[in-house]
């Protein structure tokens, strides 16, 4: 027989106003009680099984998603991705794909953005392990930090694909995959702008400094340096010389190439380059008095950066309108190739 909601409930031990965090948080503690170690010790068992636990916190992470309290998965709608997580080799669970509006997913949305997406959140074993994700929300929802940053990648570029495969499925010809995988990066490049509020995100990540109605955010950067750039001494101011491919390129007061700038923290290229691109911030760059032994990354010398962006408070809170139109020129462009 399939668990019930109320029974997922019980054996999680949570209360169903428990929001996800606790919910996580108490999965983890109980697999940890059932795990082989502690149980050979005789120490920290459990009434109910790693397989029971599993299926409950599974049961339980789909319910929330779902404002009909159904507690179980609808078959899918058009507009709908599938989904499969797997468990340790002996828990495997497949999931029918399912549509659904959000249910107590907590985050903004962007109403004005192209499509929806899914929100995926992992699966773990019964050691901890992640095994695999799962779709627990659906709509057009910004990213916040309590959404990891690989399974938003993930969501953005199924959204991507999807888009595609719509153009696909008319197409009398074919085209490379290559090609297609190009147009597919832009596509997901632009989306993911419509989903990330650049200023709420930095302000979550960074404590900024306010000054003359704008927010000033100091970010710990990298210049990667090319083959041909002058000497770099500490305390040197960076000019910006171009952006392409995304890369914000850097120069000399003297106009001298240096090279382009790079991050620590991967989420701030799709934060601080896009906000470049659309010219809704100004920046301030100088090469670091502190700086690492080893400066080479990737086999590619670097010097370390102090930068500064500065951010109006009129483009807090907004949106490029013109995303929407480069989305559908790009996709006009896909079905004539």
């Known amino acids: 027989m399939?668990?019930?909601?109320?029974?997922?409930?019980?054996i999680l031990a949570v209360s169903k106003s428990a929001d996800i965090k606790a919910i996580k948080k108490k999965y983890r503690k109980l697999m940890l009680k059932v795990h082989p170690d502690s149980l050979k010790s005789g120490k920290n068992t459990y009434q109910y099984s790693a397989q029971e636990i599993n299926e409950a916190y599974s049961i339980i992470i789909k319910n929330l998603?779902?404002?009909k309290m159904s507690g179980y998965f609808n078959n899918s709608s058009d507009d709908s991705y599938s989904s499969e997580y797997t468990y340790d080799e002996e828990y495997y669970q497949d999931y029918n794909s399912y549509a659904s509006?959000?249910?107590?997913?907590?985050?903004?949305v962007?109403?004005?953005?192209?499509?929806?997406?899914?929100?995926?959140?992992?699966?773990?074993?019964?050691?901890?392990?992640?095994?695999?994700?799962?779709?627990?929300?659906?709509?057009?929802y910004i990213w916040t930090i309590e959404e990891d940053f690989t399974l938003f990648i993930k969501s953005i570029s199924e959204s991507s694909d999807k888009l595609l495969s719509g153009i696909d499925n008319r197409r009398k010809g074919s085209i490379s995959d290559t090609r297609r995988a190009v147009i597919k990066a832009q596509l997901a490049y632009l989306l993911a702008q419509q989903y990330i509020d650049a200023t709420y995100t930095l302000n979550e990540l960074i404590t900024p400094v306010k000054q003359n109605n704008a927010q000033i955010f100091y970010i710990d950067s990298m210049l990667e340096i090319q083959a041909n750039a002058p000497f770099l001494r500490a305390g040197m101011t960076l000019y910006p010389q171009s952006l392409k491919n995304h890369r914000l390129y850097l120069k000399t007061k003297s106009g001298n190439a240096a090279g382009y700038m790079s991050f620590r923290d991967d989420r701030l290229y799709y934060i601080i380059i896009p906000l470049l691109e659309q010219k809704r911030a100004q920046v301030k760059v100088q090469i670091a008095t502190r700086q690492d032994k080893n400066n080479t990354r990737h086999n590619v010398k670097y010097k370390n950066l102090d930068f500064w962006i500065k951010i109006s408070d009129?483009?807090?809170?907004?949106?490029?309108?013109?995303?929407?139109?480069?989305?559908?020129?790009?996709?006009?462009?896909?079905?004539?190739?």
């Not at 399939?2 to 019980?10: D, G, I, N």
């Not at 907004?318 to 020129?329: A, D, H, K, L, V």
């Open 101 to 108: 509006d959000g249910g107590n997913w907590d985050a903004p």
């Open 314 to 337: 009129n483009n807090s809170g907004t949106f490029p309108e013109s995303i929407n139109m480069q989305i559908e020129e790009i996709l006009t462009k896909y079905s004539k190739m």
């Open 65 to 67: 998603s779902d404002n």
């Open 2 to 10: 399939k668990m019930s909601v109320e029974q997922a409930y019980k």
């Open 110 to 140: 962007n109403d004005n953005a192209y499509t929806s997406r899914n929100i995926y959140h992992y699966a773990e074993g019964a050691r901890g392990n992640i095994t695999g994700s799962f779709v627990i929300a659906k709509g057009k």
